[in-house]
């Protein structure tokens, strides 16, 4: 029972490596934009259908096909910051969450426009083939991978927001966006680098899923409720908080389908409810 | 301009009146739509436009609605019955929610309303036993209007069940419409401005947040009962947030600080749609983008955007 237990909780890591790389990327631009970015999924299904492009369809390498994504991601980012997010920092909630939705509508049309409605489920490249066999049950080699790319990815990205002169204007406008830019950081560039870096980061996300997960205009919608979820419970635009609050919905998620499949769904968002009630700055909110 | 309003809204219900007289079934059905949608968005414009909350799970109440209505008209075939039944479904919720939503504002309450938005969505998607699963209910039949002992109206035209929904719709717009010109309305006002002032007026803040919180919960549930006889389903999609959304787009496309702002956006919405569809399929990327243009160009709505802007130019030619 024990091992069945511990095989389950793998299995929820690895989901969590997903959220976490897509709140990641939310829970930051929150942080420091201070806009609640509701497209941020759909930047994922971007990364996921690049990726798709590129290494299914054009048959690049996987490695280079999902550096070419996050590029090509990074570039609609850029295109969405300096020409539409830019203009809606100091607005009211109702008119960012509004603006920011009217992307996912025209995101998941796109999608359908270019690649169809159906989903897809691209080759698997040959090296991460195979199980591994943990507590006598098979578990694929590829979310081995996944667990470590999400941990690599977190510790990178605090090193970057500790360790470098970047990270140290990030973390300075986002606690006084004035006083930072008084002392001479170039806030609209900063905050176009974020936003770029965090829609790289939800790509990242996308791409990393494509071998295992199915690829489908829907998957934006579906993916950024959950990371709602993980960023409310961890704090908004708390990174710490970002990531605990992966691994929880990802193992509650996991263990939800083994022993309630039917109320799976429903406890996550009662977890949400109750840590919004109690404690509404988050488990790591100040 | 007073006279030109009155004048407009007679026009209008004129219209409204006469409508089955020359407009086919595809065009009373859209119409029933549209009034279907102006009574979920006229509720939560009470929230966002007279409260200052931001709600982003009115989906969840209008499902309950829906599921309320569905239920009693699978069982007792009547119309009225069903109608007041996701009142009741969606007033209640909407009380026993609102009460753990408002003790929180801004962002906070928009997230907590979207969780037990989405909670009621799981609960509509996976309880199969009563909710009928990802199927929905199915076979629900569009029940007669009864009142025992007094009369039977038989809604399978199109035109009868028009008018029962135009009828009921103009009830709730004009309870409504009352409601924010009461005191009560002006309270609500108060505190969307200043809360601080009105709580020091030795007013109950939370009270009556949580009020007009029912308020928009018990108007989310009635425009959900009249869907199911109308479309004789009801699945799961009512109560995901995607469809939380429609009402705050609607709103903001006619403007939030008018009463008739969440109307015109209605009718602005199935316009733009029905019009769009006849040239591609892809019709979200131009409402999407029309929605972007909005926030950034004219964020007040057309209502606003006409009473402020055009009208006055008229006025002076």
Redo the contacts between chains.
């Keep these: 029972m024990l091992e069945k237990l511990l095989f389950q909780g793998l299995i929820g890591l690895s989901f969590s490596m997903y959220l976490w790389l897509l709140a990641s990327g939310l829970t930051l631009v929150f942080g420091v934009l201070g806009v609640l970015n509701f497209a941020h999924g759909s930047l994922f299904m971007l990364g996921a259908y690049a990726t798709f492009t590129f290494y299914g369809k054009l048959g690049f390498n996987f490695w280079v096909s999902i550096g070419l994504s996050l590029i090509s991601v990074g570039c609609v980012g850029a295109v969405l910051e300096r020409f539409f997010i830019r203009r809606i920092y100091d607005l009211d909630l109702p008119y960012q969450l509004i603006l920011t939705f009217g992307f996912i509508l025209i995101f998941d049309d796109l999608v359908k426009m270019a690649w169809g409605g159906v989903a897809m489920i691209p080759p698997m490249p040959r090296f991460f083939e195979g199980n591994l066999s943990v507590f006598g049950r098979p578990f694929p080699i590829y979310n081995l991978f996944i667990i470590a790319a999400g941990f690599g990815v977190a510790i990178i990205l605090w090193l970057i927001l500790e360790m470098t002169w970047w990270g140290r204007m990030i973390r300075a406008s986002a606690s006084d966006r004035e006083m930072a830019s008084a002392i001479g950081i170039n806030i609209p560039i900063l905050f176009t680098t974020v936003f770029v870096f965090a829609a790289m980061l939800a790509a990242l996300g996308g791409a990393l899923g494509t071998p295992v997960r199915v690829v489908a205009p829907g998957i934006g919608t579906a993916m950024i409720i959950q990371a709602f979820v993980i960023t409310v419970i961890g704090g908004l635009g708390n990174l710490k908080g970002a990531f605990v609050g992966a691994l929880i919905v990802g193992i509650l998620t996991a263990f939800g389908i083994l022993l309630f499949p039917v109320f799976e769904l429903f406890i996550i968002f009662v977890v949400m409810a109750v840590v919004l009630m109690v404690k509404p700055e988050g488990l790591f909110g100040k | 301009m007073k006279n030109f309003k009155n004048l407009l809204l007679i026009a209008l219900i004129l219209f409204l009146l006469l409508l089955p007289t020359f407009a086919g079934k595809y065009l009373l059905y859209m119409t029933i739509n549209i009034l279907i949608l102006s009574v979920f968005a006229l509720g939560f414009n009470l929230l966002?436009g007279y409260t200052g909350l931001?709600s982003?799970g009115q989906a969840g109440f209008f499902a309950m609605g829906a599921y309320a209505s569905g239920k009693i008209l699978l069982v007792i075939p009547s119309l009225l019955l069903g109608a007041i039944a996701g009142m009741a479904a969606g007033g209640v919720s909407a009380l026993i929610l609102g009460y753990?939503c408002v003790?929180?504002t801004?962002?906070?309450f928009?997230?907590?309303t979207?969780?037990?938005g989405?909670?009621i969505y799981?609960?509509a998607?996976?309880?199969?036993d009563v909710t009928g699963g990802d199927d929905g209910l199915v076979g629900i039949p569009r029940a007669p209007f009864e009142i025992p002992g007094i009369l039977t109206i038989n809604m399978n035209p199109m035109e009868n069940y028009y008018y029962f929904v135009l009828v009921i719709s103009l009830i709730a717009i004009f309870i409504l419409y009352r409601i924010v010109n009461s005191p009560f309305g002006l309270t609500l006002k108060g505190i969307r401005d200043s809360e601080n002032r009105v709580a020091f007026a030795g007013i109950s803040i939370r009270n009556y947040r949580l009020l007009s919180f029912t308020f928009a919960g018990l108007y989310a549930g009635l425009a959900g009962s009249l869907l199911p006889p109308l479309e004789n389903t009801v699945t799961p999609p009512l109560a995901h947030?995607?469809h939380s959304?429609e009402p705050?787009?609607v709103t903001?496309l006619g403007g939030?600080h008018t009463f008739s702002g969440p109307i015109v956006g209605s009718i602005l919405f199935y316009l733009i749609k029905d019009i769009i569809v006849r040239y591609t399929q892809?019709?979200?990327?131009w409402?999407?983008?029309?929605?972007?243009f909005l926030?950034?160009i004219f964020?007040g709505g057309v209502v606003i955007f006409f009473t402020e802007r055009v009208w006055p130019l008229l006025k002076r030619t």
Excluded at chain 2, 125 to 128: F, G, L, V
Excluded at chain 2, 282 to 285: F, K, Q
């Design positions: 966002l931001l982003f753990l003790r929180h801004r962002i906070y928009s997230m907590l979207l969780s037990f989405m909670m799981s609960l998607w996976k309880w199969r947030w995607t959304a705050v787009m903001l939030i892809y019709w979200l990327i409402f999407g983008s029309i929605v972007v926030v950034l964020r």
